[in-house]
């Protein structure tokens, strides 16, 4: 019998990982504790109120790699997840007056290319043809539990094995070469037109710590390609509600499974007794009991700061500390009193910029030297910038004639050469504004507020060490069996009873809910197993 006050499983962190996993987790009759530091639940993916009146997605803003799968296990739409899809994918203005858009339609795409380059009309649909292939391999990879690199795994190895079995040759020189290309290599193969090379390069900088000539970061733009929105692959969402309207429907199913949630109970560590988890203390000293300790957080904050290395094996706690997350995002949130317009644009306003995603991308040049400058510590002279606006598809975000412009960009370095984010903050923010404003005249006049948050605010407020929303980088040693580290990627640690189930495990970041899936199946599959029973061992 469970002792009296036990839970079977505490979920450390709310985050949207953490609640997929508890909410898998009850609905196999597991009783689950989420408990989350921060006094909404969410983690990165929240909906947030920096100004009166306005709803904004402070941190994660759009929606793609969350798996159709997750959606109709976990009943989400009866919770009340609602998307809209963002179209077109892209709309890359230029200051010649020019502009691009990129449809998540192929053939609709080539038209606008065909303007610039018949050949690289032509290669764009033969390159959506092979990322699809290619994204779909990836997708076999995404719901497995990595193998460790050990004999006792072979079984494993063979399962994974047989998932793959129908791989040819082709694709296995394919995927190799998307993990150890630059996206900067990989395009030139494609196109000759240096804006359509830009406008397809963007993505190979989301949440990197790399420019798109950098060795693997064909990879970083593949893993934004696997991604679909209500059946539309590789497409991006906008969640109604904003990205807390996400994490509260996870919470909802959790709940409606007997899953328990918590906010502002921050956990200070992981209680670990005869070499196994058995619970969690609290920053107030409260402890909660549990069979078996799940946490959400990140990598380094789980084994380094909730468990500490005297619980680890010495080559487990070198390799946690070897664990890279370094990144150069900056998230800027902007309060406007009118709808930009880019000078490029001739339609009806609202148009196609203002229902799809605005990037400021010229070539792919202009991208690294963005990257150039971070790389020694200095913030962007011209950052690479994608906007939505999602007061075209929501109005009740912000006061009525208000708008949003939520502003995702690259390059801030965590760690500045000189002085300090305190100052660079209002600066670097200033800056994306007056960036804008030469691509949207009258930008700058138009906004209200500003919120930045550079990688230090992105660490301190959700957790985000380094300030990398991927939890560590997205490079070929720290994916699959790697992640977060060898002999331990099957979202099991070298504590008993303790698992790993945040963006920090396989197949890594994005707002896909995924390792929190795959890591609750692992828990549910030693629970079968009688492993992990309390005084086992």
Not at 98 to 126: H, M
Not at 258 to 267: E, I, L, S, Y
Request: charged share 20%; aromatic share 8%.
């Amino acid at each position: 019998m469970m002792e009296a006050g036990v839970w079977d499983v505490v979920v450390v962190g709310g985050g949207h990982n953490g609640l997929a996993c508890a909410a898998y987790l009850a609905r196999a009759g597991q009783r689950v504790c989420v408990l989350e530091g921060r006094d909404l639940l969410g983690g990165a993916a929240v909906t947030e109120e920096p100004w009166p009146g306005y709803q904004v997605s402070s941190a994660s803003y759009v929606v793609s790699l969350l798996p159709p799968q997750v959606v109709d296990d976990l009943r989400l739409r009866d919770f009340g997840y609602r998307v809209s899809l963002i179209e077109p994918d892209y709309y890359l203005p230029y200051k010649d007056g020019t502009a691009l858009t990129i449809w998540g339609d192929a053939a609709r795409t080539a038209e606008q290319i065909a303007s610039r380059s018949a050949a690289d009309a032509a290669a764009y649909v033969e390159f959506d043809r092979y990322f699809d292939r290619v994204a779909h391999l990836l997708r076999e990879l995404m719901m497995v539990a990595p193998p460790n690199l050990t004999l006792r795994d072979v079984p494993e190895w063979i399962k994974v094995g047989a998932r793959l079995r129908r791989w040819t040759r082709r694709d296995i020189v394919d995927m190799v070469r998307v993990f150890t290309m630059s996206a900067a290599d990989f395009l030139d193969e494609w196109f000759t037109d240096e804006k359509v090379k830009a406008a397809l390069a963007t993505q190979a900088l989301v949440g990197s710590w790399g420019g798109p000539m950098s060795p693997g970061s064909a990879y970083v733009l593949m893993h934004h390609w696997v991604g679909e929105v209500e059946g539309h692959t590789g497409g991006w969402g906008w969640v109604h509600g904003g990205m807390g309207a996400l994490s509260e429907s996870l919470a909802a199913s959790a709940r409606s499974h007997g899953a328990h949630t918590r906010t502002g109970a921050p956990v200070q560590s992981v209680l670990i007794e005869a070499g196994r988890a058995r619970g969690v203390q609290l920053a107030d000293g409260e402890v909660v009991r549990a069979r078996r300790v799940i946490s959400a957080a990140h990598p380094v904050t789980t084994y380094l700061d909730l468990v500490g290395e005297t619980h680890l094996p010495a080559d487990v706690a070198q390799a946690i500390r070897r664990y890279r997350s370094r990144s150069g995002s900056v998230k800027v949130n902007l309060a406007l009193d009118q709808l930009p317009v880019p000078s490029a644009w001739k339609g009806e306003v609202p148009g196609d910029p203002h229902q799809g995603l605005i990037s400021i991308s010229p070539s792919v040049n202009y991208l690294e030297r963005a990257w150039d400058d971070a790389k020694y510590g200095r913030t962007s002279a011209e950052p690479y910038v994608e906007l939505v606006l999602p007061t075209v598809l929501e109005p009740s975000l912000a006061p009525p004639g208000k708008h949003l412009a939520l502003c995702f960009t690259q390059f801030g370095p965590y760690e500045l050469a000189e002085g300090s984010w305190d100052t660079e903050r209002e600066i670097y923010g200033k800056r994306i504004v007056s960036l804008l404003d030469e691509y949207m005249p009258g930008f700058a006049d138009s906004v209200e507020h500003m919120e930045v948050l550079s990688p230090p605010d992105l660490e301190a407020r959700y957790g985000l060490i380094g300030g990398n929303i991927m939890h560590g980088e997205l490079s070929i040693d720290q994916m699959f069996s790697f992640r977060p580290v060898p002999g331990y990627a099957d979202y099991r640690t070298p504590v008993e009873g303790l698992y790993l189930c945040g963006s920090g495990t396989h197949p890594g970041g994005g707002v896909m809910a995924v390792p929190g899936r795959n890591a609750a199946m692992a828990v549910l599959r030693d629970v079968r197993r009688g492993r992990f029973r309390p005084g086992s061992r």
